[in-house]
């Protein structure tokens, strides 16, 4: 016994040993299968194997076969793949599990916005990109726009320098008018020509790019420039999960910015090398005293449902935003209401919306950053002596146009207060819907009304200390300026929609009116010489001082009305041949009397090769062209009219002197809208099952008509404008887009995305005359113009004498050439281009377990831009009393006064990383309270590369002192905002 218990000591641990392995070996097996493809049979590699709620899984290999070890009480195993509906088997007592997966139609069937409607993205046979929330840009987004910058191709999206304040430029597929609106048609839920202001980027759901003619001439003498459809964001009913319970999610963010590229001024030391430098006894950097660190913040708070009938999201907004430069920022509060409600068993739905924005902003004078470039750097900031003591103590000299660039800002208040308040209703009826065998089974109209208002108060005031203004310098008067801007859009629309199947055809008619009207009031009023700087612009009434009458006040009104009446038809032959056709006819009361109407058609086509052919690693494979033409409305309204201005000559009449009125614009009867034709030839291909996606355009478009404003002298027309059709503009171009995604893993994936546009052609046609503008004017420069404007030629060259060097005297020299008369001429020859040649767009993303990541990476190559302060400050002849550019060391021998050359104009192509963003997202599953938290920290504009020397390399599409003309690209004003980089921190509740 006492053997046995000896030999039982030593075996039973073993037996124990082997029992508990044994154990664990049956809590696991082996499950071994090969996943195919529905559609031809073929095996599926990288097809995701889990199970189910585990993280326990694998991939198919490239012959599509998979080996998996699962736990003993593992029921479900999950089979999930790019482009193909997610599957489960159950596990049971199974070893081999065999998985044929099915396309995902509601994948292909994803919808895009078009104009009046949604199509499904097999159908579409225009030019259209859709960009959905998740793949918007991150980080401080403060305007809709910025959420798609650089996303699309052939969609260009700029915002020189880092002004808070300042508009995006907006340029789709080039230029194709400069005599009216160049920007896209922005439509917001419906609402056409919506203000921006007026939809808070968090609310947006998606943005769809409508790029060619033959998908905008639905909207008629508005669709020229192409269309950006934004949708916003509205409860979702899931019918899966019954009644749902209200989704609160609460997003906040803290941003700071800062300078990131400075103006190449002389630094002291650099500044007194020179021989006629003044010595003030200070050290002062300027860029630093006028500029701070930028600290932004945002909240948002957002609440949506559904059930069956009806869903809802409201939503409050709150940003905050400091500027770098002092005093600029702004403070907006934005609140939003979607709501939807079905009746009589979901034939009939309303669509309500409501949203209203208030918008505070303080602006910081261009004057200061002028100033930066030239103001002394060993001046201090204030002083003691009488002159300076008589100008708020700050330093201040009497010398042409030499300012404290502090003191510009801190004597001068500049705000603006804007309120958008926008409401739309829609009614949609089916008064058919659930009626079996009926011809009309599939109709429904709707009817859409919405009103929207946009006011804007702004009022600048310039203290009596002030020793710089714009009005007279040096007064002690206090110069005061208050504008106020109100303007209100009415749209009225009806619809009707059919919907068809007719064996293999679908066929969908869409047919409706539209009625716009337009208002805009506006006025404001000047004084100067009050007795005190206490009241600001907010005391009018006790100006003592006042200019000409004409020039104290101000008022202005417009109402301008827009009638059209619009078609569409849709062909779906078998999901493999499409076609779409457009129609509108507009009428508007800014073209002359005589040509108020105009006809804009439409026409693609497309269809996918692979549903006739197998074609080895396409899933997709279309081939679609388009034709269309459309209009473009007068910038301003009234251009078609003679209108009246008021001379500076008075005629005696009836004993007293009467003021005289002159023509400032002669009528034109026949003016009418410029007319856009555009062909687009497409391919859209999908390949290895939906994991690379593609898009490749070619298009070309001519513009004919153009409004352009001519001056012509004779009879009645003696020094009188009239604007007339004439000349033409061509453009064309090649787009790509590709979206891979590269790695479908179990924990791991990584998707990316390129665009690519080469501008090919951009060329005046039949206008008649060659032209210099651009004019860079005082200092130093007056009836200096850079731009030309030639027939036959591209647009945007810039023409510069050519710089060979300094001579023995110390004079510039450049190239010349000698006349038939033997005259010497300077030469000017093309050195540049304002306009850029191509662009690229780079946006990956990654995503492991709970962690993501993603950047996007923005280029644009080929322009040129013209660095007006370098121009200005950038020779040694310029320094004295002030300073000058960095680039003045480099021609220190030269002591011939200023003079324009081609050495001021630089190459700006650039690289930048535009966004990067890591995060974290996790799900909690057990609790009622908090759905899930997502941690985040963002960067924009971390890094450029370029060799522009300015403050951003940023195409300039328009020149800034001339009204944003977009014939005079490429010119880098003086008063450039700073570039600047930001790092934002950020969190998301969902409850």
């Known amino acids: 016994?006492?053997?046995?218990?000896?030999?039982?000591?030593?075996?039973?641990?073993?037996?124990?040993?082997?029992?508990?392995?044994?154990?664990?070996?049956?809590?696991?097996?082996?499950?071994?299968?090969?996943?195919?493809?529905?559609?031809?049979?073929?095996?599926?590699?990288?097809?995701?194997?889990?199970?189910?709620?585990?993280?326990?899984?694998?991939?198919?290999?490239?012959?599509?076969?998979?080996?998996?070890?699962?736990?003993?009480?593992?029921?479900?195993?999950?089979?999930?793949?790019?482009?193909?509906?997610?599957?489960?088997?159950?596990?049971?007592?199974?070893?081999?599990?065999?998985?044929?997966?099915?396309?995902?139609?509601?994948?292909?069937?994803?919808?895009?916005?078009?104009?009046?409607?949604?199509?499904?993205?097999?159908?579409?046979?225009?030019?259209?990109?859709?960009?959905?929330?998740?793949?918007?840009?991150?980080?401080?987004?403060?305007?809709?726009?910025?959420?798609?910058?650089?996303?699309?191709?052939?969609?260009?999206?700029?915002?020189?320098?880092?002004?808070?304040?300042?508009?995006?430029?907006?340029?789709?597929?080039?230029?194709?008018?400069?005599?009216?609106?160049?920007?896209?048609?922005?439509?917001?839920?419906?609402?056409?020509?919506?203000?921006?202001?007026?939809?808070?980027?968090?609310?947006?759901?998606?943005?769809?790019?409508?790029?060619?003619?033959?998908?905008?001439?639905?909207?008629?003498?508005?669709?020229?420039?192409?269309?950006?459809?934004?949708?916003?964001?509205?409860?979702?009913?899931?019918?899966?999960?019954?009644?749902?319970?209200?989704?609160?999610?609460?997003?906040?963010?803290?941003?700071?910015?800062?300078?990131?590229?400075?103006?190449?001024?002389?630094?002291?030391?650099?500044?007194?090398?020179?021989?006629?430098?003044?010595?003030?006894?200070?050290?002062?950097?300027?860029?630093?005293?006028?500029?701070?660190?930028?600290?932004?913040?945002?909240?948002?708070?957002?609440?949506?449902?559904?059930?069956?009938?009806?869903?809802?999201?409201?939503?409050?907004?709150?940003?905050?935003?400091?500027?770098?430069?002092?005093?600029?920022?702004?403070?907006?509060?934005?609140?939003?209401?979607?709501?939807?409600?079905?009746?009589?068993?979901?034939?009939?739905?309303?669509?309500l919306i409501l949203a209203s924005t208030m918008r505070n902003e303080t602006y910081s004078p261009g004057e200061a950053i002028t100033a930066v470039a030239k103001f002394n750097p060993t001046a201090p900031i204030m002083a003691d002596d009488d002159f300076s003591k008589e100008w708020g103590g700050y330093f201040q000299r009497q010398a042409f146009a030499f300012y404290n660039p502090l003191a510009i800002i801190e004597q001068s208040t500049l705000n603006g207060k804007k309120k958008d308040n926008t409401g739309s209703f829609k009614v949609d009826f089916e008064p058919f819907k659930g009626i079996n065998f009926n011809p009309l089974k599939g109709f429904k109209i709707s009817a859409f009304y919405t009103q929207s208002r946009n006011d804007e108060l702004y009022g600048d005031y310039w203290s009596k200390n002030s020793y710089y203004n714009p009005y007279s310098l040096g007064s002690h008067d206090g110069f005061a300026k208050k504008r106020y801007v109100e303007k209100t859009n009415q749209l009225a629309e009806f619809i009707g929609n059919l919907n068809k199947n007719i064996g293999k055809l679908n066929v969908r008619f869409l047919a409706g009116y539209s009625y716009q009207v337009d208002y805009k009031d506006e006025m404001w009023i000047y004084g100067k010489g009050f007795l005190s700087d206490a009241f600001l612009y907010n005391s009018m009434g006790t100006a003592s001082g006042t200019l000409t009458t004409k020039e104290a006040t101000y008022s202005y009104k417009s109402v301008t009305k827009l009638a059209g009446m619009f078609g569409r038809l849709n062909l779906n032959y078998n999901d493999a041949i499409f076609l779409t056709s457009n129609i509108r006819r507009d009428g508007s009361s800014m073209f002359g009397k005589n040509n108020r109407w105009g006809v804009f058609p439409g026409l693609s086509v497309g269809t996918d090769l692979t549903k006739f052919i197998a074609i080895p690693f396409f899933d997709k494979l279309k081939l679609r062209g388009g034709y269309g033409e459309t209009g473009n409305l007068p910038r301003y309204p009234y251009l078609s009219q003679r209108r009246f201005n008021v001379s500076n000559l008075q005629f005696f009449y009836d004993g007293e002197y009467i003021q005289a009125f002159e023509v400032g614009q002669n009528d034109n009867p026949d003016l009418q809208w410029e007319v856009k034709k555009e062909t687009d030839i497409g391919l859209d291909f999908s390949m290895f099952y939906y994991r690379i996606n593609g898009t490749i355009d070619y298009y070309k478009s001519i513009s004919s008509n153009l409004i352009i404003k001519k001056t012509e002298v004779s009879g009645a027309n003696i020094n009188a404008e009239t604007w007339q059709n004439a000349g033409g503009l061509e453009n064309s171009g090649l787009e790509l887009t590709l979206n891979i995604k590269a790695i479908e893993s179990n924990d791991f994936t990584w998707s990316t995305d390129i665009n690519f546009t080469k501008y090919l052609n951009t060329k005046l046609e039949n206008t008649g005359d060659s032209t210099f503008i651009g004019e860079l004017g005082a200092p130093y420069f007056t009836g200096i113009n850079t731009i030309v404007v030639m027939e036959g030629k591209e647009l945007g060259q810039i023409w510069t004498p050519v710089f060979t060097g300094i001579d023995s005297t110390g004079t510039m020299t450049v190239q010349t050439y000698t006349d038939t008369s033997n005259i010497e001429h300077v030469l000017y020859k093309n050195v540049g281009n304002g306009l850029p040649e191509f662009q690229i767009g780079w946006g990956n993303t990654f995503n492991y377990k709970n962690f993501y990541c993603n950047f996007f990476v923005r280029g644009v190559f080929g322009h040129s831009l013209i660095n007006v302060n370098n121009a200005r400050y950038g020779d040694p002849t310029v320094i004295g009393i002030q300073s000058g550019m960095g680039i003045t060391e480099d021609y220190k021998d030269y002591t011939g006064g200023t003079k324009w050359s081609d050495i001021y104009v630089e190459k700006a192509s650039y690289l930048k990383l535009d966004n990067f963003s890591i995060g974290y997202k996790y799900e909690l599953k057990n609790t009622d309270y908090i759905r899930n938290v997502n941690f985040y920290v963002s960067g924009q504009n971390l890094f450029t590369i370029t060799n522009y020397s300015g403050v951003d390399p940023e195409v300039r599409y328009g020149d800034s002192n001339n009204d944003n003309n977009p014939l005079a690209p490429g010119i880098d004003r003086e008063n450039s905002y700073f570039t600047t980089k930001t790092i934002t921190f950020g969190v998301v509740v969902g409850f």
């Open 1 to 351: 016994m006492k053997h046995f218990y000896k030999i039982s000591k030593k075996i039973l641990p073993l037996f124990i040993g082997i029992f508990a392995l044994s154990f664990v070996y049956a809590q696991e097996r082996t499950i071994t299968g090969t996943v195919t493809s529905s559609d031809d049979g073929s095996t599926l590699p990288g097809v995701s194997v889990v199970v189910k709620e585990t993280t326990v899984g694998t991939i198919t290999d490239m012959n599509g076969k998979y080996s998996l070890q699962v736990p003993e009480d593992a029921t479900i195993l999950e089979f999930s793949f790019v482009g193909m509906i997610t599957e489960e088997a159950e596990i049971g007592d199974k070893t081999v599990i065999d998985m044929v997966m099915v396309s995902d139609i509601m994948q292909l069937g994803e919808i895009v916005a078009v104009g009046y409607g949604t199509q499904k993205v097999k159908e579409i046979t225009s030019a259209i990109t859709s960009i959905k929330a998740e793949n918007f840009n991150q980080g401080n987004i403060n305007n809709p726009t910025q959420l798609i910058q650089g996303k699309v191709a052939g969609l260009a999206i700029t915002h020189p320098g880092g002004d808070p304040n300042a508009a995006n430029t907006i340029r789709l597929r080039g230029l194709s008018t400069f005599g009216a609106n160049t920007e896209p048609l922005i439509i917001v839920d419906g609402i056409q020509g919506a203000s921006l202001n007026s939809v808070d980027p968090q609310d947006i759901a998606s943005m769809d790019v409508l790029k060619d003619a033959s998908a905008t001439a639905i909207y008629g003498t508005r669709g020229a420039s192409g269309v950006i459809l934004i949708t916003t964001k509205k409860g979702v009913y899931d019918k899966s999960k019954g009644v749902q319970k209200p989704n609160i999610s609460f997003n906040t963010y803290l941003t700071s910015e800062k300078i990131d590229r400075k103006l190449d001024v002389l630094t002291p030391d650099e500044y007194l090398s020179f021989p006629n430098a003044t010595d003030f006894g200070s050290r002062t950097d300027w860029m630093d005293e006028i500029t701070r660190k930028g600290i932004s913040n945002v909240q948002n708070l957002s609440i949506d449902g559904a059930s069956e009938t009806s869903s809802y999201r409201i939503s409050v907004n709150h940003r905050k935003g400091n500027g770098v430069v002092l005093k600029s920022g702004f403070e907006q509060l934005n609140g939003r209401l979607n709501f939807t409600q079905k009746a009589m068993k979901n034939m009939l739905t309303f669509n």
